[in-house]
């Protein structure tokens, strides 16, 4: 008599990724694009960048401006697997990827002496603030 396994742990995972509506709401497409999504946020005296990436090392991020245009980066050295020690996954879904995104700034309102960045809860957050002179302040203009 033959004996017959059964794989029950990956069950529920088999049945939440094969069903239709999740095959339409999480498709291969949204991979392509493969750069972290930012919010970008206006207060008074400042711009503030919102870069979701989280899993990532602080260490790893790299915050530039350079001719007006500030570049995030996130590199991190991969290691060449080997037989002796390439993990063995059963499902492998995400991969903390390297990623680079551009902004091009207008540095006659953007103090960049002031630029603060910080990594938290997965959140990179980066402060832009303004420069004391962009800060426009409303003027009723009398008609005379």
């Known amino acids: 008599m033959k004996r017959v396994t059964y794989n029950r742990f990956p069950s529920l995972l088999t049945q939440f990724f094969d069903d239709p509506f999740t095959k339409t709401v999480f498709n ?4 392509n694009d493969r750069r972290p999504a930012v919010n970008i946020q206006e207060t008074d005296d400042s711009f503030e960048l919102h870069l979701v990436a989280p899993g990532r090392d602080k260490t790893n991020f790299k915050v530039e401006l350079n001719e007006g245009v500030l570049t995030i980066g996130y590199q991190v050295e991969t290691v060449e697997a ?3 020690n390439a ?3 059963l499902r492998k879904e995400y991969s903390l990827i390297n990623f680079e995104r551009r902004f091009n700034l207008d540095d006659n309102q953007i103090d960049a002496d002031a630029i603060k960045a910080t ?3 997965g959140v990179l957050n980066v402060s832009l603030p303004k420069k004391e002179e962009a800060k426009v302040t409303p003027k009723l203009i009398e008609i005379g």
């Open 82 to 84: 080997t037989e002796d």
């Open 119 to 121: 990594y938290t809860d």
């Open 28 to 31: 291969d497409n949204w991979t």
């Open 87 to 89: 993990p063995k996954f």
